[in-house]
Structures are given as structure tokens and as C-alpha cells.
């Protein structure tokens, strides 16, 4: 229901607010006092369009705010949730799809001099959904249109307008005379409002999911040989984890070879001499342990653990005497292989350290394109059925609505003979529409048809009825 009505600098109103109670609410007075300017507001706000002529004399700009309530079932939050527009403070559309309860809802207020909307987080029992529809009109025609302080356009504002809003008048009903309602009227007569909206969106998600899966495929293929030949240089060099550092390590070695060579041995010479002070230190202590009390024996095993680190410098030392005589290294090897590995690391855009890694994701992405055959028949077949659980729903429910239609127009005709319409008669057609038409609300296109004159064809309500 409308709940209400802001008007700023339209015609004769400077401001006006308007709170709508439940039930049946009625505006009257005399003639000039603004009746029509209140269904000039309300229409602009519903997405009319937009005149100039409208913005009150002296004024800048002319604002109308309407906000309407609505139930979590009502068919504008569809309508939203198609165009990605949340409501209030930011909240997704999609919880609320199918009519599901959310206890968290948004309630939005009207606040402050502007008339802008403030979202405050709000819990409702009754399920209630606030939507504000909010549109400009500045004194040169320029008009700007939101909805939950969203940029729309005015063409929204009338869809939208449609389903939250009918407008009686003496030559029309909006509703039931605008064609794209009447498939929505027998749905929610028969009881089956919404049904198809879950089964078309799983179907056109994984549609998408293919398309996007195809391309993926399409640009996999291009860089296949890429790939290929990458994966085989990498094979063919076999880089190992921390190579760079001891091949560097190396080189350094191998660049001043007689130096070091000079210096463990004589390193080693000092340490492996007959005369080791250490052992000879030890020895003498040893011999009179017993006479020189427990100081002594710290001493003793303080130069017993020295001789123990000596020998293993010593061993230390031999292995690597051992390392520069026995390499087979040489400078020039040396200097190859870090230049391949650093050239490949280039190529890659990573370290040397990485190519390892890199040769492993580059093996995953060929593997994923030799397999890519296998995802896209996976999902065709998803795609296949997705299409089926859905075409066998929208079938039944084409059912449904022939059976339904006929009740309906049984029940019409029994209303017409009171209007003094005995001899006209109210046809609902229902047809299929081609695939690329079909959609959340299904595979047919239904009309409501009317016939006034006996031996006339029935034909469409908009244009029979004449108020």
C-alpha cells in the first residue's frame, strides 16, 4: 500500500506530507484546491513524464517522494532483485527471493530538510518491506529517479509502478488493461505465483557457468603450445630448490680454489699437529684429577669438550678440501647452469627458486586444457538438465493455466448477464511463446479477450472496453 506522499515545489505546493492510514482513505475539496496536483505528484513519482511546467514558480527543482509497503511476496521485490537494487541499508534482494521470511528487513525513514532517505536496520514481525521511490524535476526538465536512494530510470519507475499501484479512472484500469499483466493475474488465481522463478534462475546460472567455461577453454588453447614448450624446457633443466644459492656458493669457492685450499690445510695442519696443546692439556690434568678437587674437574671437561669441537672442525675441514678437490665442477659450468636457471626465472617472472613451483602450475594448466573436453560435456549436461527440470515445470504449468483459464472465463460469464452484457463473452487465449521469449514466468503468453457484440471475435480488453 502507499504509505505515504512527500511533495516539495510542485505547482502550488511548497510542501506537503501526506501519511496514509489502512483501508479506504479519501481526498476531497472544492475545486483548485489540489486534487489533481496530488495525482500529478504521484504519477511523476511513478515514472509520468516529466514537465516542467510542474516545478513550482520560483523554485529550483520540484521533489516527490512516495513510499509504499509491501509484503516479502509482493511481486516489485522480483522486480528489484532483476536489476541488483537492495533494499535500505544495502540489504541483498536475493535472501528474500521465493518468498522466503527474513526476520532482519530494512526500514527506511524520511528525514531532515531535503527529504533524503536515512536507512536504519529494523526488525518487523509482519514481514514488511519499505520501498521508496524518490524522483527530481529540476525547472529545466531535467529529471533524476531512485528507488532506495538507487539511480533508476524512468522506464523502472513504471514497471515498478505497475505492479505496486492501479489507477481507476473512468476509461482505465491499468492493471487489467495492460497486456503484460494478465499471465501474472491467472498465476496468482490458481495459486501458482512464482513458481518457475527458481528453475529459470539455475538454468541461466549454469548456462552463464558454460559460456564462461567455453571462453575459458577458447583462451586455454591459444597459449596450449605455449605451454607445451615451457614445460618441456623446465623438464629438461630439472631446477631444484635453493640450486641458485649453492651453485653461487660454489662458485665462490672454486674462484679463489688455491686460497681456500692454501688455508684449510693449514688450518687443518694447526689443528692436527703431534703437539696438540688441547689433548696435552688434558692429558695432565687428567693425571692429577684426583688431587685437584671439583674446580679441576670443570676444567677438565671444558678442555674435553674443546678436543671434541676441535675434531669436528677437523672433519668439517677435510669435507671441504674434499668438495673443492673432488668437484666436478668447473667456473664455466658453473656460470651455464645459473644463467639458464636466471633465464628461465625471467621468462617466468619469478625467482630461480621458484621455477619448481612454476613448473608444477604450468603442468596443472596444461593438464586442465587436455581435460577441458571432459568439463564442457559435464556441463552441457548440467545446462541439458537444468533446461528439462524446467521445461517440464513450465509445462505443467501451462496445464494448469489452460485448466484455470477456462474456470475463469466460466466464472466471468457468469458476472456479465447482471451488467446487461448477456451476450458478450470474456476469452482467456493462452499461446506459446518462441524460446527466446520464455523466462522466469514461463513458455506462454496469456491475453485476456473480450467480445460485446453477439457474432463478433473476441478481442483484446485493452481496446474492447470502453469504460
Not at 85 to 100: F, K, P
Request: contains cysteine.
Amino acid at each position: 500500500m502507499l504509505a505515504s506522499l512527500r511533495i516539495q515545489n510542485v505547482v502550488l505546493i511548497e510542501s506537503l506530507n501526506i501519511e496514509f492510514q489502512p483501508g479506504l482513505c479519501a481526498l476531497t475539496g472544492e475545486t483548485g484546491a489540489g486534487k489533481s496536483i496530488l495525482l500529478d505528484s504521484l504519477g511523476l513519482a511513478l515514472g509520468a513524464r516529466a514537465d516542467s511546467a510542474l516545478v513550482r514558480k520560483g523554485a529550483d527543482q520540484a521533489t516527490v517522494i512516495a513510499v509504499f509497503e509491501v509484503p516479502l511476496s509482493h511481486p516489485s521485490l522480483l522486480i528489484l532483485h532483476n536489476v541488483n537494487i537492495g533494499i535500505g541499508d544495502g540489504m541483498a534482494l536475493s535472501s528474500l527471493r521465493g518468498g522466503e521470511a527474513n526476520e532482519a528487513i530494512q526500514k527506511t525513514e524520511i528525514t531532515g530538510d531535503s527529504g533524503s532517505p536515512r536507512c536504519l536496520l529494523a526488525a518487523r514481525d509482519d514481514q514488511i518491506i519499505e520501498i521508496i521511490i524518490r524522483r527530481t524535476l529540476s525547472s529545466d526538465g531535467r529529471s533524476k529517479a531512485y528507488i532506495n536512494d538507487q539511480p533508476v530510470s524512468a522506464g523502472l519507475l513504471r514497471e515498478i509502478a505497475q505492479s505496486l499501484i492501479e489507477i481507476h479512472g473512468q476509461f482505465d484500469t491499468q492493471g487489467l488493461l495492460n497486456p503484460s499483466t494478465h499471465r501474472k493475474m491467472l498465476d496468482d488465481y490458481a495459486g501458482a505465483g512464482g513458481a518457475l522463478t527458481g528453475l529459470w534462475d539455475d538454468w541461466q546460472e549454469k548456462k552463464m557457468a558454460l559460456v564462461d567455461l567455453k571462453s575459458t577453454a577458447e583462451a586455454s588453447r591459444a597459449e596450449e603450445d605455449f605451454l607445451r614448450t615451457a614445460l618441456e624446457d623446465l623438464d629438461a633443466l630439472e631446477p631444484k630448490a635453493g640450486e641458485e644459492d649453492d651453485l653461487a656458493a660454489l662458485r665462490e669457492r672454486l674462484m679463489h680454489r688455491e686460497q681456500v685450499m692454501e688455508g684449510l690445510n693449514a688450518a687443518y695442519e694447526a689443528l692436527s699437529g703431534e703437539n696438540d696443546p688441547v689433548r696435552s692439556a688434558w692429558a695432565t690434568l687428567e693425571r692429577i684429577a684426583d688431587k685437584i678437587g671439583p674446580q679441576g674437574h670443570e676444567a677438565i671437561g671444558a678442555l674435553d669438550r674443546a678436543s671434541s669441537e676441535i675434531a669436528e672442525a677437523l672433519s668439517e675441514i677435510q669435507r671441504l678440501s674434499a668438495d673443492l678437490e673432488q668437484s666436478e665442477h668447473d667456473l664455466q659450468t658453473i656460470d651455464d647452469r645459473l644463467f639458464d636457471l636466471r633465464a628461465q626465472a625471467r621468462k617466468h617472472v619469478c625467482s630461480v627458486n621458484d621455477l619448481p613451483a612454476k613448473r608444477e602450475e604450468l603442468a596443472g594448466r596444461l593438464n586442465a586444457i587436455e581435460h577441458a573436453d571432459e568439463a564442457l560435456a559435464e556441463a552441457v549436461k548440467q545446462v541439458e538438465a537444468a533446461r528439462g527440470s524446467y521445461i517440464n515445470a513450465a509445462q505443467k504449468l501451462s496445464d494448469l493455466r489452460t485448466k484455470t483459464a477456462r474456470r475463469l472465463d466460466d466464472l466471468v460469464a457468469k458476472e456479465l448477464p447482471p451488467l446487461k452484457l448477456e451476450k458478450a463473452r470474456f476469452v482467456t487465449r493462452i499461446e506459446p511463446l518462441g524460446e527466446s521469449e520464455w523466462g522466469p514466468g514461463g513458455i506462454d503468453r496469456v491475453r485476456f479477450l473480450v467480445a460485446t457484440n453477439p457474432g463478433s471475435d473476441p478481442g483484446p480488453l485493452e481496446k474492447i472496453a470502453s469504460g
